[in-house]
């Protein structure tokens, strides 16, 4: 999902709906903590019954397609497309479905006018959408829109992206922050709190008899989990490749908005990532370190290029300590594994390298290299979908790739986690 932040071009959120309840608040929280992201916008659906989510990583980030969404609720109740100039001849393209957001992005105006005809093209699919345009079109554009359908022209809804304190107020609510802040948003339905003091009370009282009991503790057998390091392991310890994998997608998106520098080479290690960039003839230094100040990363100066280092976004293999854990066959984990990338990721080779064992022999880990050679940055977010969907216990444990005209050339190493079957 796309946000821009004065001139840049961030990526970084998920989107999900929940129903407009007070059972929600809990749902959204569960959400957060597996998506591995802290911070959320929240705000409710153009009808109320709904509460839309975005979940991002950075709180200084904003949701410009929230704000405009907001902007334009009451036009925006079915099924809609918004669109509004901003700058660089760059536009915000913002659809609509039963009244929730299914497509946001930034795209050129070239981009835009093929989207807007893609779908206007089937008519008997699409009359039902509105096509609005905020702001003031250029002649080319209201041109072509005109002739596709019949667009309703609205004033600007953005504000500047440079604006004074105005802007800045009316932007605060689409702030990335905590759940707890971004659930007291005005129409959205939040449990109320009431404290039961009969429960209290009883609750006091249990507790005073258990401890002026005077029965005997009776002693009880040791139980012994042979599988309490795996569960260490996949609860706390070992990195999931999921959201990294994400999170390289975005930094190979983001690293198209620095002019004059070429992403030639990017490392994964489980705490921390590097990307290599080299200059072109007209790439600056400054834009260089002005695109890492924004994002507080840190740039090294290499003997052949620089290096943008990127703190891991991490969380561990299990999403959730509390859940109850299963524990997967390593053979099934490999099988399912290794057949959905090389359906879903097409010239892929996945080489399964000999078990490791674990703490005991009922449990051990098994490292599987996947072989990049000419795929793509949107690969990795197929990877990530196939482990992050089937739930499987897999764990990054590196990789390094090569990029040249967007073609991916290297290795991402993982472990799978699991029993050894007899």
């Given at each position: 999902?796309?946000?821009?932040?004065?001139?840049?071009?961030?990526?970084?959120?998920?989107?999900?709906?929940?129903?407009?309840?007070?059972?929600?608040?809990?749902?959204?929280?569960?959400?957060?903590?597996?998506?591995?992201?802290?911070?959320?916008?929240?705000?409710?659906?153009?009808?109320?019954?709904?509460?839309?989510?975005?979940?991002?990583?950075?709180?200084?980030?904003?949701?410009?397609?929230?704000?405009?969404?907001?902007?334009?609720k009451d036009m925006l109740q079915?099924?809609?497309?918004?669109?509004?100039?901003?700058?660089?001849?760059?536009?915000?393209?913002?659809?609509?479905?039963?009244?929730?957001?299914?497509?946001?992005?930034?795209?050129?105006?070239?981009?835009?006018?093929?989207?807007?005809?893609?779908?206007?093209?089937?008519?008997?699919?699409?009359?039902?959408?509105?096509?609005?345009?905020?702001?003031?079109?250029?002649?080319?554009?209201?041109?072509?829109?005109?002739?596709?359908?019949?667009?309703?022209?609205?004033?600007?809804?953005?504000?500047?992206?440079?604006?004074?304190?105005?802007?800045?107020?009316?932007?605060?609510?689409?702030?990335?922050?905590?759940?707890?802040?971004?659930?007291?948003?005005?129409?959205?339905?939040?449990?109320?709190?009431?404290?039961?003091?009969?429960?209290?009370?009883?609750?006091?009282?249990?507790?005073?008899?258990?401890?002026?009991?005077?029965?005997?503790?009776?002693?009880?057998?040791?139980?012994?989990?042979?599988?309490?390091?795996?569960?260490?392991?996949?609860?706390?310890?070992?990195?999931?490749?999921?959201?990294?994998?994400?999170?390289?997608?975005?930094?190979?998106?983001?690293?198209?908005?620095?002019?004059?520098?070429?992403?030639?080479?990017?490392?994964?290690?489980?705490?921390?990532?590097?990307?290599?960039?080299?200059?072109?003839?007209?790439?600056?230094?400054?834009?260089?370190?002005?695109?890492?100040?924004?994002?507080?990363?840190?740039?090294?100066?290499?003997?052949?290029?620089?290096?943008?280092?990127?703190?891991?976004?991490?969380?561990?293999?299990?999403?959730?300590?509390?859940?109850?854990?299963?524990?997967h066959s390593l053979e099934n984990?490999?099988?399912?594994?290794?057949?959905?990338?090389?359906?879903?990721?097409?010239?892929?080779?996945?080489?399964i390298q000999r078990n490791q064992?674990?703490?005991?022999?009922?449990?051990?880990?098994?490292?599987?290299?996947?072989?990049?050679?000419?795929?793509?940055?949107?690969?990795?977010?197929?990877?990530?979908?196939?482990?992050?969907?089937?739930?499987?216990?897999?764990?990054?444990?590196?990789?390094?790739?090569?990029?040249?005209?967007?073609?991916?050339?290297?290795?991402?190493?993982?472990?799978?986690?699991?029993?050894?079957?007899?």
């Amino acid at each position: 999902m796309f946000v821009f932040n004065e001139k840049e071009f961030e990526v970084g959120f998920v989107r999900e709906v929940f129903d407009n309840r007070f059972s929600s608040s809990a749902k959204i929280k569960q959400r957060l903590k597996y998506h591995g992201f802290p911070f959320a916008v929240a705000i409710p659906s153009a009808d109320k019954s709904k509460v839309l989510v975005s979940f991002g990583g950075n709180d200084q980030q904003y949701d410009y397609a929230a704000f405009a969404y907001h902007q334009a609720k009451d036009m925006l109740q079915d099924k809609a497309i918004l669109i509004e100039p901003i700058e660089d001849n760059r536009y915000l393209y913002l659809r609509v479905t039963n009244g929730e957001i299914d497509s946001d992005k930034i795209v050129t105006e070239e981009d835009m006018l093929n989207d807007v005809y893609q779908t206007y093209k089937w008519k008997k699919d699409t009359e039902n959408f509105d096509l609005i345009h905020a702001g003031a079109p250029n002649d080319q554009v209201r041109s072509v829109i005109n002739k596709i359908a019949e667009p309703t022209y609205i004033d600007s809804i953005l504000p500047q992206t440079r604006g004074g304190k105005k802007d800045r107020e009316r932007l605060e609510p689409f702030r990335m922050r905590s759940v707890k802040e971004a659930l007291q948003t005005k129409g959205i339905v939040r449990p109320k709190v009431k404290r039961t003091w009969a429960a209290i009370i009883a609750v006091v009282s249990i507790s005073s008899a258990l401890i002026m009991s005077d029965e005997p503790v009776q002693s009880q057998l040791q139980v012994i989990d042979p599988y309490k390091e795996l569960k260490t392991l996949l609860t706390q310890t070992a990195v999931s490749p999921v959201p990294r994998l994400k999170q390289a997608y975005n930094m190979h998106l983001e690293m198209l908005q620095l002019p004059g520098w070429d992403l030639i080479e990017v490392d994964h290690m489980p705490s921390v990532s590097s990307y290599k960039i080299a200059q072109s003839s007209r790439g600056a230094i400054a834009d260089l370190n002005t695109f890492a100040a924004k994002r507080n990363l840190s740039v090294a100066k290499l003997a052949d290029g620089y290096q943008i280092v990127v703190p891991g976004l991490n969380r561990p293999v299990h999403k959730m300590a509390k859940d109850k854990v299963y524990y997967h066959s390593l053979e099934n984990v490999t099988d399912i594994l290794v057949g959905s990338i090389e359906l879903w990721v097409p010239g892929v080779v996945v080489d399964i390298q000999r078990n490791q064992k674990g703490a005991n022999d009922d449990w051990g880990k098994r490292q599987l290299v996947i072989n990049f050679a000419g795929q793509y940055r949107e690969d990795l977010l197929t990877i990530s979908s196939i482990i992050e969907s089937l739930n499987l216990p897999v764990a990054l444990e590196s990789a390094n790739y090569k990029v040249k005209n967007e073609e991916l050339n290297g290795s991402l190493v993982v472990t799978i986690i699991g029993k050894v079957e007899a």
